[in-house]
């Protein structure tokens, strides 16, 4: 391991005969680095394991103890070397993915020798238990959460024993095995009076290419209304202790079931403790069932513990349904004639003076005109804002409808087939505490006026940290890497110190996550932020778009920034921390 003397000058490259031997694919070569909860980092940690493992007698046949020790504090010392090498090569090198993967290894081979010499089995049953909990709830996806519990009851009879006692580590359950649920409802009964979050997941992710005709492919799905009644009359045995519910279905009836279920079992004198609710209906958007359906009432009217609500797709008697006091509203492909109207809208945002998160995706109130005594509500404690799938006039209606000085993530999406630049210029300044912004495919003009609407609209964000930007015109892109003087803005502000002595838009921004963009002229972008003195520490792509990064742009994005791979489905540690920290990177 001379890689690892601190005496050498020269950057540390991890070509090491310890890492690559157990690489599938050359360090060389894409993907490189993977960060903890991708694909690459798991098939790695498990190859490692198996083949450290495989080369020992299986514990309590052969003491090993001594040995054990010995190689996890030789590993433990090779860790305190990379860290020493870290140190001594700066900020450059703390954020290195080459860095991170070999710590990474060296520290998961550490722990596996050190979990052979721990007297787990030695520990009184609570703290056992206790750490349990951690390791199932510790998870970045329910799918990981499902996993790790089933691991844990097949390690011996004292675990299983354990584990199947606390009814809280089955409390959490997602309906994945398919009808009749074996396992899932074998967990439901686990639970016992715990309080329940279920998930049911009967999305067919292949119904939606099988045809082109949306009618037939309405009717033509395997889960039916018959399915969904004995299911939900089923769970409906712990209605009160069910404190979230998660349901996503292709088509409407399953979808109705399950409102209306709800609604009989509150008319029944059922109680209903619900505090989180979705429903995602993923068939043909927009439609509605017509004027001979009577839309339900939530929880028929049960819904003081509701703090999380999302619909998508379908609706409910929004008159009739008391709502306030939420935490977050997430709206999504709602027609608009089954839409609440724009005074009820309102009422419900001003019955929710704590709302965190506003979400409303190619759904929101009924337009009307705008009245001269108009007044837009204040949201103060509103965090995240999601705009997407609306035109130009209808995004300018929809966000004068209230004010959020303190955003910190704003989203703005599928906003195509006209220019919004004056939808940019209209909320210019509202978003001073931003630290993420993302950006998928939205039409900004490329015109002088679209470039200076969007020049002032980035300078008018001064804490901006985090960028996802997808599928978006690439002189979006270099607005970034303007010089807002030439826009007649900071004139009369002291020079940020940069080279070529000039201000930079955005000087906070320090990691960007990007899909559907050439990975070229994502290197060229970085290599022009950091000419200008403001570099980016880190670059991800998503899991799924990893293929469509070739080896050699990989190559060049690396030679300017660490670059990484998100998982899908899960927060980057950046994106964790912003959510936490204020603008001088105190928690929160």
Known sequence: MSDLNPARSAP???????????????????????????????????????????????PGTTDTSAKDLSLSTMFMHKMAQI????????????????????????????????????????????????????????????????????????????????MIEDCTLWSAIWFRDPPPYERSLEWFKRAGGAPLDIR?????????????????????????????EKLMDTLFVKLSQIRMLVLVVDNWPPALVV???????????????????????????????????????????????LKYLCLC?????????????????????????????????REVLLACPRLQKLSLDGAGPQPSARKPDHVPINLPHLKVLVIGGFSMLYSCFILSQFKAPNVRDLTLMNLTGEDYTTMITAITGWYKELRLLTLYTVNISPTEGGKKAMVKFLYAMPYLSYLRIASMKWHVM????EDPREYGLGRDTATQS??????????????????????????????????????LRRAYVNSPYVSKITAEEADVIQQVVGLFIAPLGSTTPEE???ATCDRYGETI
């Open 313 to 345: 797709g379908v609706h409910i008697d929004w008159n009739a349904t008391p709502l306030s006091n939420l935490s977050t509203i997430d709206l999504r492909k709602i027609a608009m004639n089954v839409a609440p109207t724009l005074n009820r809208f």
């Open 83 to 162: 860290q020493h090498v870290i140190q001594r090569q700066g900020s450059a090198a703390n954020d290195d993915p080459r860095y991170i993967y070999l710590y990474d290894d060296m520290r998961f081979k550490r722990n596996i020798f050190y979990w052979r010499n721990f007297r787990m089995n030695d520990l009184p049953p609570e703290i056992i238990t206790h750490i349990f909990r951690i390791a199932a709830w510790s998870t970045s996806t329910p799918a990981e959460g499902t996993h790790t519990r089933l691991l844990l009851t097949s390690v011996c009879a004292k675990w299983r024993r354990l």
């Open 259 to 305: 409102l209306d279920k709800l609604q009989e079992a509150a008319y029944a004198g059922k109680v209903i403790n619900m505090e989180r609710l979705e429903i995602h209906r993923m068939g043909q958007p927009f439609v509605w069932l017509g004027p001979g359906r009577t839309p339900a009432v939530l929880f028929g009217g049960q819904t003081r513990a």
């Open 200 to 228: 049911i997941n009967e999305h067919d992710a292949e119904w939606k290419s099988k045809d082109d005709d949306w009618r037939y492919k309405e009717d033509d799905h395997r889960f039916t209304t018959e399915q969904m």
């Open 12 to 58: 540390m490259h991890p070509v090491l005969d310890a890492v690559e031997m157990h690489m599938t694919v050359p360090l060389n070569r894409w993907p490189k680095y993977a960060i903890m909860g991708t694909t690459d980092y798991k098939k790695r940690q498990e190859f490692l394991m198996t083949d450290h493992l495989k080369k020992f007698p299986p």
């Open 478 to 481: 270099d607005v970034f890497n």
């Open 576 to 578: 964790r921390a912003l």
């Open 498 to 535: 940069f080279p070529q002595n000039r201000l930079v838009l955005c000087p906070r921004l320090q990691t960007i996550e990007f899909q559907q963009l050439s990975g070229t002229k994502i290197a060229e972008w970085a290599t022009r932020r950091k000419e200008l003195g403001a570099p």
